[in-house]
T-cell receptor, first 112, second 115 residues
Framework: LAKTTQPISMDSYEGQEVNITCSHN???????ITWYQQFPSQGPRFIIQ???TKVTNEVASLFIPADRKSSTLSLPRVSLSDTAVYYC?????????????FGSGTRLQVQP | DTGVSQNPRHKITKRGQNVTFRCDPI?????LYWYRQTLGQGPEFLTY????????KSRLLSDRFSAERPKGSFSTLEIQRTEQGDSAMYLC?????????????FGSGTRLTVV
């Protein structure tokens, strides 16, 4: 499974846009890129998934360059409630047969 | 359906005791996963079921750990002769076929403290 590298932590202020970049140099052709969010004492929660170019939903945007060796999760106008750990994962997104492999994630702290 | 349910939410046990956790997945999900998470780390995969069949086990799953999913619905994870190193959050997730990674839904976990 492709390994991912992301910053350990990031700080931001309310109302700012936050971009978290993840490196996945060994991503395979069949791999999708998925981001999860985790609050303390809760399980991870799916945010967004993509294969290439750009994906946007009501929560975030995901930018994936043509070589797919990295991806950027963009959170528009963060609030205090966006303080959480964000995980970037790559894996077989088509069938869900394979278990997810989590790294240590990026701890985002949003301040007022 | 209210999602993946895990019980108990918290468990404190003495070293050497056995503990059992339960996971009730989303009803139409046929795949069920167990993960373990220690403080400051991401979840680590333990084992995976498709229906009642246990298809994959991590090397983290020592002989003291056993998981079952007898009727392809709920699952139990038992830890025998608990050790202090077993203290962690145990997470359960479920998914349905061809949903992609986005189909994974996690429960809120069971936090185990071994004293």
């Amino acid at each position: 499974l492709a390994k991912t590298t992301q910053p350990i932590s990031m700080d931001s202020y309310e109302g700012q846009e936050v971009n978290i970049t993840c490196s996945h140099n060994n991503i395979a052709t069949n791999d999708y890129i998925t981001w999860y969010q985790q609050f303390p004492s809760q399980g991870p929660r799916f945010i967004i998934q993509g294969y290439k170019t750009k994906v946007t939903n009501e929560v975030a945007s995901l930018f994936i360059p043509a070589d797919r060796k990295s991806s950027t999760l963009s959170l528009p106008r963060v609030s205090l409630s966006d303080t959480a750990v964000y995980y970037c994962l790559v894996g077989d997104g088509d069938t869900g047969r394979r278990a997810l492999t989590f790294g240590s994630g990026t701890r985002l702290q949003v301040q007022p | 359906d209210t999602g993946v349910s895990q019980n108990p939410r918290h468990k404190i046990t003495k070293r050497g005791q056995n503990v059992t956790f339960r996971c009730d997945p989303i009803s139409e999900h046929n795949r069920l996963y167990w993960y373990r998470q220690t403080l400051g780390q991401g979840p680590e995969f333990l084992t995976y079921f498709q229906n009642e069949a246990q298809l994959e086990k991590s090397r983290l799953l020592s002989d003291r750990f056993s998981a079952e999913r007898p009727k392809g619905s709920f699952s139990t994870l038992e830890i025998q002769r608990t050790e202090q190193g077993d203290s962690a959050m145990y997470l359960c997730a479920s998914s349905f076929p061809r949903a992609g990674v986005s189909g994974y839904t996690f429960g809120s976990g069971t936090r185990l403290t071994v004293v």
